[in-house]
């Protein structure tokens, strides 16, 4: 087709018809720019004007049955297109609730990742917890201070519950 057009815009013959020697699209067919007052002298269907209505964007009728097969085929692959995208959404559909649960899976060890980014970004540890009550804090910094931190080593709850640091 674009053989087809490329040999009419280059004709001596459309020279003085023809607007601009180009190829462009309007109306989903490919068509000619056509001065207005020469319309008659192109053999053609006109699809759309500029906005000045000096030109006038022409199929020529050599070219109507490929745009026709152009036009059918593209809608072919439109169509097509659908009945894989709706395979592919049914299959997805099928397996809806593994889905589901490795997405959720996937946020619970997202979070744990970053906790442990954190943690060690932090020089964080695991506290060990006991069933008595008692706090071993062992060179402990406040998790929230920039810079260099003097850690402490402290407990609580045998010899004292109550603990106030300051600056």
Avoid: C, W
Avoid at 47 to 60: M, Q, R, V, Y
Wanted: glycine content about 4%.
């Amino acid at each position: 087709m674009k053989n087809k057009l490329e040999t009419i815009i280059r004709s001596s013959r459309f020279a003085a018809i023809i607007q601009e020697p180009l190829i462009t699209v309007r109306q989903n067919r490919y068509v000619i720019p056509v001065k207005q007052e020469k319309k008659a002298k192109f053999p053609g269907i006109v699809h759309d004007k500029s906005d000045s209505g000096a030109t006038l964007f022409i199929e020529p009728f050599v070219v109507v049955e490929l745009n026709n097969l152009l036009r059918q085929l593209i809608k072919d692959e439109e169509q097509e297109i659908l009945k894989i995208l709706q395979k592919i959404t049914s299959l997805i559909g099928e397996r809806a609730q593994e889905i589901n649960d490795s997405v959720l899976n996937l946020g619970e060890i997202d979070f744990i990742y970053a906790r442990a980014v954190l943690a060690d970004k932090m020089k964080a540890v695991e506290p060990k917890l006991n069933q008595n009550g008692f706090i071993n804090l062992i060179q402990a910094r406040h998790p929230l201070l920039q810079g260099p931190v003097v850690p402490i080593n402290t407990n609580l709850g045998r010899a004292f519950n109550i603990l106030v640091i300051t600056g």
